[in-house]
Each structure stands twice: as C-alpha cells, then as structure tokens.
C-alpha cells in the first residue's frame, strides 16, 4: 500500500527558504504511473496546489508560486522535494504531498505544519 | 479567493439528504472532471469521489457526484453525525499551463 510521509522543519524565518521532504513507502518514485505534487492548507483555510513532477523530471507549477518553487524527485532515496523561496507569513501552512494518478489527487501524506515567523 | 465557488456552510439533520454545489468556469469545470474530498478535523483530505462521480472501493454509496456544464455537486443522504466535515471540490484548469483548482471548502454541520 503506498504511504506518503512529509518531513522538515517546523520553522522558518522570513525570506528563508522552505525545505521539506516527502518519504514514498509501498512504490518507487521512478513508477510511470503517478504524478508527485504539492498542496498546502494555511489554518482555517483552503487547500492550495503547488506542483507536481513526474518521474521523468517534468514538472508543473502553480502559476501564483512558479517563480518561487522548485520540486524535485530522489530515486535513490525514494523521495519527493519542495523548495519554497523568499518566504512570508502568507506561506504558513499545513504542506501534504499527495500523488496524482490518472487525473486524480488521490493518496495524501498526514501532511506536516510550516511556520514562517522570526 | 478560490477559482471554484462552493457554499462556505452547510447543515441537515441525520438521515437528511443535503448536497454541495460547486461552481467553476469553461477552462476547468467546463473542461476536465471533478474531484472530490472529505476533511475531518485535523486530517488529511480524503477522495471521496473522483471523476464527476466515481467513489473510490470503501467510500459508502451514501455519497453521489455529478457534472452539468460548468458546476458540480457533491450529495450525502442518510446524514449521519460522522460526516460532520468539511468538503472540497477540485479540478484541472486548462488555462495558463494547467494547473490544479480547489474551491473554498464547504463546512457540513450535522445538527
């Protein structure tokens, strides 16, 4: 059964980068089936997509985060990335990768929360 | 502001049927299927139905989708206390270079 787990730091300041991880259990990252993405919920608040990568290196974006954004795959690790730029308060929030198999958001990690602040 | 619209709150009583609407445009709804998912509190969203109407195996058949035009709506029947959550509704935006759309979140209180 695949299992997602997001992993990182649970603070950070100001104009720093937001690093997380997200550790893929039950499948390889490298399977052509799925797509691996991003979404976060800031508190109280909505759901937000951030991108997705295949594991060919391809890769789409939120148009609102493109510049910012850059998501990366570890075959050896089995691991999906998020790096998020030049953060603001505006980027706290509770930050799930999921995968996207034909169309569909369908398997979340528990996601993990992110808080930007000195 | 999300691209698509849903109803910030929703209510009914057990054994009520209640439904969620969920309005988009052309380039998404208009354009590409519709998702949707089920957060209980302090939990990841769960899909609930994919594919305009679709439930994935275990999702009980209380829970119905469907697509006209450029809305979608998400039906429970027979409420029960446990589907007191929150509901999303999501689809692919053709425009730009595509990219993934929620709505805001509909917030079902079981009375």
């Known amino acids: 059964q695949l299992q997602l787990q997001e992993s990182g730091p649970g603070l950070v300041k100001p104009s720093e980068t937001l690093s997380l991880t997200c550790s893929v259990s039950g499948d390889s990252i490298s399977s052509s089936t799925y797509f691996w993405g991003w979404i976060r919920q800031p508190p109280g608040k909505g759901l937000e997509w951030i991108g997705s990568?295949?594991?060919?290196?391809?890769?789409f974006h939120n148009p609102s985060l493109r510049n910012r954004v850059t998501i990366s795959i570890d075959t050896s690790k089995n691991q999906l990335s998020l790096n998020l730029r030049s953060v603001t308060a505006a980027d706290t929030a509770v930050y799930y990768c999921?995968?996207?198999?034909?169309?569909?958001?369908?398997?979340w990690g528990q996601g993990t929360l992110v808080t930007v602040s000195s | 502001q999300s691209v698509l619209t849903q109803p910030p709150s929703a209510s009914g009583t057990p054994g009520q049927r209640v439904t969620v609407s969920c309005s988009g445009t052309r380039s998404n709804i208009g354009s590409n299927t519709v998702n949707w998912y089920q957060q209980l509190p302090g939990t990841a969203p769960k899909l609930l139905v994919y594919?305009?109407?679709q439930r994935p195996s275990g999702v009980p058949d209380r829970f119905s989708g469907s697509k006209s035009g450029t809305s979608a709506s998400l039906a429970i029947s027979g409420l029960q206390s446990e589907d007191e959550a929150d509901y999303y509704c999501a689809a692919w935006d053709d425009s730009l270079n595509g990219y993934w759309v929620f709505g805001g979140g509909t917030k079902l209180t079981v009375l």
């Open positions: 990568i295949y594991y060919t290196g391809s890769s």
């Open positions: 594919n305009n109407n």
């Open positions: 999921a995968t996207e198999t034909s169309s569909i958001l369908d398997n």
